[in-house]
C-alpha cells in the first residue's frame, strides 16, 4: 500500500502543539527521545518541532496511518528532513486532541514506511 | 501518580557537533500517563536531561542566565538588548525552553566573569557604526580600537 495524505485537521492540530513548545503537551516516549540523543545529539529537542511542521505544513504530506489499540488517538509516521537529513516521525495525537505523543523522531531504521512494506 | 527512575545515555557534542566528546549516564524520573497509558517522559526528565547536556557543553545554565540578568539588575528586555538577541530569546534561555548556542554563551559567559563590561556591550548595542566590519586588509579591529571610534564619537566616560 503506498503512503497517504496526513488528514489536514491532524496536521493542523499537531501543529499547533508542536508550535507551543510546552512540555505538558508535547509528550516524549522515552525510546523516541533516546533515538533523537542518539541520532542528532547536537540538537535540542524543540528543534525538532520546527523541522516537524515544516513538513507538515508542505502542501499534501504523505505518511502511513498507524493502527494500534493503545494508546487511544490518531497515530502517523511520516519521513521529514531535520537539519538537512531524512528523518523519521512518529507522532500521536490524544483523542481530545489536546496533547501529543511523540514516539520517534530519529535516522529512518528501515527503508519506506510500514504501509509501504 | 506512578514514578520509576531509568537511566538515560546523553551524548555531548564536541564544539563543532560533528562528534560525540562525552557519554554521561542519568537517572531520569518516568510518569505512568493513565491516557497513553504508557511510560512517558516527565518535564523534570527532559529539565535533567537538558541542563547535564548544557553543563557539559559548558552552557550557562537557566539559573546562571537569571542570576547574572540579577546581579546587573537588568529586564529580560534589557538583557536581550545588550546581546543583540532580543527578549524574546532572552526570556527563552532563561526559562530553558530554549538554549543558546555555543557563540552567544561564550559572550554570556565572559559578561558573567567579568571579562566585558557592561558599558561596552550597552555602547555596542546603542552605536551599530561600531559593528561595520573592518576594510578588507586593514588590520583587524582591536578593543584599542573599539575604545578609538567610542572616543571619537564622543560616547566613551
Redesign the interface.
Known sequence: MAQQQIPESWRKAVSAILATGGLKQIIWDPTGRARYEADFYPDWPYEVYSSFRDYLGQANPTGCQILMDHPPGETWEFLFVHKGRTAYGKILLTKDGRRILIFSAHRPLKPGLSCER | MKTKL?D??????SLD?TT?QERVTVK?P?VW?E???????S?EA?HI??NTKARHMGLLLPAGLKGLRERLRLTQKEMGELLQAGEKSWTRWESG???PSRSINLLIRALDDGMIPVEYLRKLAGNTDLLVPPIPGSSERSLADVELRLRESGDAE
Not at chain 2, 35 to 41: A, D, I, K, N, S
Open positions: 531509568e538515560f545515555e546523553i551524548l555531548v557534542p557537533g560525540v531520569i518516568l500517563d491516557e497513553l497509558e504508557q511510560w512517558v517522559l518535564e527532559h536531561i537538558d525552553r530554549h538554549r
